[in-house]
């Protein structure tokens, strides 16, 4: 009978565990954005060691339950990035992924947007009080976002000091400085830099200088026309209603140190460097393919092997190696072996009263305010074991702005292969001297609204064109430039 009873407990008691033994689960609520929140079921465990009587001695039994846990509430840090493509977009969610599985209590929410709505729409989560944690931006986007206040300048700071700013390049580094705390507004991330392409070969035959200054680009210009079957010697930016020729005179101007506004916030642009970039640049044009030019008729006429020399950005590295897309469909037939073999790739323009100087495009990464502290470890992460990936989606327009990527940067695309090291160093190097009237460190959110003004209004390819043209001088030209961007400066300043 006792033995009977010992083993209806034991029965009873194994019920009891089985029962405690289910999976219990809780709901957990976390916070995803401000406008919506996810609840999650979880599974806790614990181990209880207990005493059971068996046979009338006591003994010590462990098992293992599920019990519920308290609710726990992830990080979670809102990405808002301008490569906006899918493929792009994919990588992005790849990297913050491999994040998040080392990093389970923060969850990475990658957002595409578009380049063009990002004021317009910070704007409005400003408002709103539903800032993103990250921000991909351009340069031009940083100044005026940290002049509003927005940009967590400590822990641009932090990341980028994290990282080693030693291992950053100095132009970059210098663009996001904030003047007015001497802070980083923002952490540099990759971009791309304009330079002259020219033919090399045909350089080293007729024994000319690398076109790095105004003497040598004049003196090459001339030279080349009649050589290697080849009809001009460059081909410029005077389309007027087109902006290329704003972003290949803008390079001649700061090269001569002239820029639209002084320290003091005083239009400049009818001072005689200005007036010394208008006419050696358009003195050019006597060597260069006729006509109305931009950036697509100079792409061909290089390839063509009828120009040796034009202004372009590193994103024309594949066509020079399998010819670039023409507007009707298929591509340009390269008439040059090895044609990417045979360039030379010269960043840097030197003028006569300047520096030498370089034109190109910075993206950044804006932390903004109120974004938690391990925001720091999701930009940092994209900069480090992600960033290779990123890199890699379009090696060409996004040259790196650690020196300690430069060397992976170098492999991630076939097309390097066609280059030679000292042309994809030159590319590498080109942030140290890149420069743009619109990120002149010491200008304000006006003085850089202004000179979107000039860019839109397409007024240096106009007065290019009439120089060209006849209808202008270079001191009229100037002359002109000046009383508009007086005119559009006090416009920007009533609207304050």
Do not use: H
Not at 55 to 84: I, L, M, S
Not at 115 to 129: F, K, L, P, S, Y
Not at 467 to 490: C, D, H, R, S, W
């Amino acid at each position: 009978m006792k033995k009977r009873w010992i083993i209806i407990t034991l029965l009873l008691l194994g019920g009891i565990v089985l029962a405690a033994c289910q999976p219990q689960t809780v709901e957990v609520t976390r916070v995803v954005t401000e406008k919506e929140t996810v609840t999650e079921t979880v599974e806790v465990t614990r181990v209880i060691t207990e005493t059971v009587v068996q046979e009338g001695e006591a003994v010590e039994v462990t098992r293992v339950v599920e019990v519920p846990a308290e609710p726990t509430e992830k990080v979670v840090v809102e990405f808002w990035t301008t490569d906006n493509e899918a493929e792009r977009v994919d990588t992005y969610e790849a990297v913050a992924a491999r994040f998040m599985e080392a990093n389970p209590n923060i969850e990475v929410r990658i957002v595409p947007i578009e380049e063009a709505g990002i004021t317009q729409r910070i704007a409005t989560a400003q408002a709103a009080n539903r800032l993103p944690d990250i921000v991909r931006m351009g340069i031009e986007r940083v100044a005026a976002f940290a002049a509003d206040g927005i940009l967590d300048e400590d822990a641009a700071t932090a990341v980028i000091q994290g990282i080693g700013e030693d291992d950053f390049r100095e132009g970059p580094l210098q663009m996001v400085t904030d003047v007015a705390t001497g802070k980083y507004a923002a952490v540099p991330y990759d971009g791309w830099i304009q330079a002259i392409w020219y033919r090399e070969d045909v350089f080293n035959e007729l024994g000319l200088e690398p076109p790095t200054t105004w003497e040598a680009l004049k003196t090459s210009c001339e030279a080349l026309p009649g050589n290697a079957d080849m009809l001009y010697g460059i081909t410029l930016g005077t389309d007027p209603g087109q902006n290329y020729g704003q972003q290949v005179f803008e390079q001649f101007a700061i090269s001569n140190n002239a820029w639209p506004f002084d320290a003091e916030g005083n239009v400049t642009m009818n001072t005689p460097e200005m007036i010394e970039a208008l006419d050696f640049y358009t003195s050019l044009q006597d060597c260069a393919a006729p006509g109305p030019q931009y950036w697509r008729g100079a792409r061909e006429n290089y390839e063509l092997g009828q120009a040796g020399m034009l202004f372009y950005s590193t994103y024309i590295m594949d066509d020079l190696v399998e010819g670039s897309g023409l507007e009707g469909g298929g591509n340009v037939e390269l008439v040059i072996p090895d044609l990417a073999a045979n360039t030379g790739f010269a960043p840097e323009l030197k003028g006569p009263n300047g520096a030498p100087a370089s034109y190109g495009q910075l993206v950044a990464l804006g932390i903004m305010q109120g974004a938690d502290p391990e925001v720091q470890q999701v930009v940092e992460y994209f900069l480090t074991e992600g960033y290779g990936d990123i890199i890699g989606l379009a090696p060409f327009g996004k040259v790196p702005v650690l020196k300690s990527a430069v060397e992976d940067w170098k492999t991630s695309s076939e097309y390097f292969a066609n280059y030679s090291d000292e042309t994809l160093d030159q590319i590498a190097n080109g942030f140290d001297s890149m420069q743009r009237w619109l990120f002149r460190p010491d200008y304000d959110a006006t003085q850089r609204a202004v000179i979107g003004d000039i860019e839109g209004r397409l007024l240096i390819p106009t007065v290019i064109s009439n120089i060209i043209e006849g209808t202008m001088t270079p001191e009229t030209a100037a002359q002109f430039l000046q009383e508009e961007v007086e005119k559009m400066y006090a416009d920007r300043q009533a609207e304050q």
